[in-house]
Structures are given as C-alpha cells and as structure tokens.
C-alpha cells in the first residue's frame, strides 16, 4: 500500500483518498488527532457515502423505511428538510460533519430559525402571525399604511398584540409602552401642547 493511501499528506499539501484513490487537498479530508498526520484516510466524499450505505442497510435490516437514494452531482448536497438539491456554495459550514457542511440548506435553517424566534420571544407560529396580519387587513395596525412585519407584546405580560411596520413598532419603543406619553403626543401633534399655564405672578396651572 502507498504512503498517501495510508493518509500520509505529500510534499505539495495533497493526500491520496484510501477510498476513491484520489489526490486531494488536505481540505477534502476531516480531521482524525488519532493519526499523525491529523487527517482521515478517507475524503470527505467517501465518508459521507459510507455512512449513508451503512445507514440505509441498517434501517433495511430493521424493517424501517429506507429514504431512496439521489443521485447528487460533485459540488452539490441534497436537504432532507427542502428535497432540493443545491450546490454547496448554499449550505453553511459545519467542521463536525463527514461532508464538512450543514444537514439544512440556509434558505431552510432560516426559516427554521424565523420559527424557533418566534416560538421562544412570543410563544405563536408562524400560521398564528400569518392570521394576525390578515386580521389586520394586510397592513400596520397603527399607520393603516405600510407593511406588517415585527410582532408587538406587551412587556408586562407578555401578550401579543399585533404585528406593527418597523416605524410604529420603533416609535412604541421610544415612547416605552406609556399611554399618558403617546396620548400627549397626539395632542402635541393636534395643536394642544401640554404646558402649564401662568394664571398669577408665579403660580402656574398644570392642563388637566
């Protein structure tokens, strides 16, 4: 057997693959710190085949469903959770996995991600905030005008409100939730400034 088969890296930074026999970058190969030279004898390809020959023949030999076999071009990935088939440069990274990429997509680790903040910052589905918009007729509950997209709670209770645009959603936040505060604003805005007023020499009356 030959020095790079048994996962020796040559002179010019490339390893021979012990299964599919060929010279690869030392980056096509997982780490392994039980050998010396750190690399596995195996290319990432080659491993991620294997595992998944030895996963199907597993769930054959339990009498599990077997999830049929697609065949996937070099430089392309299949996500199980979209079934598309997409070319690497659309998967995260992730050093741990035989292949060295994500088990999701990023199109769908985002969505999932949309899902899980959600669930965690306001306890609703995506389905549930999809019915509040449409409640709201497709648009911002406050302006009436632009388009619905942050999830408003009370931070007392934590109860959801509605779905406001970015602005309305901000100028809440600035105003701190205080409807004394937002209701001067609005008279502020109308012409009606809240300001005492001198009535005697210095004695002021505050507005009811």
């Not at 959801?160 to 004394?180: E, H, I, T, W, Y």
């Amino acid at each position: 057997m030959e020095a790079g088969e048994l996962g020796v890296a040559g002179e010019s930074g490339e390893e021979r693959c012990a299964g599919c026999k060929r010279d690869l970058s030392v980056a096509a190969f997982a780490r392994d710190k039980n050998r010396t030279d750190g690399l596995q004898v195996r290319c990432r390809e080659c491993v991620a085949e294997y595992s998944a020959a030895h996963y199907r023949r597993r769930r054959e030999v339990m009498g599990k469903p077997v999830r049929e076999k697609v065949d996937v071009p070099a430089g392309y990935k299949l996500c199980r959770t979209c079934g598309e088939v997409k070319p690497h440069s659309e998967w995260h990274r992730n050093a741990t996995a035989s292949d060295g990429l994500s088990t999701r997509c990023k199109a769908c680790r985002a969505i999932q991600g949309r899902e899980g903040h959600l669930k965690r910052q306001y306890g609703i589905t995506e389905a549930e905030r999809d019915e509040l918009i449409a409640s709201q007729g497709g648009v911002c509950c406050i302006c009436l005008a632009a388009v619905p997209e942050h999830v408003d709670h009370c931070h007392k209770t934590g109860r959801v409100r509605g779905v406001l645009c970015f602005s309305c959603n901000a100028a809440l936040g600035q105003f701190k939730d205080r409807p004394d505060a937002i209701r001067r604003a609005a008279a502020y805005v109308e012409g009606i400034a809240w300001k005492p007023t001198l009535v005697a020499p210095g004695v002021y009356q505050l507005p009811s």
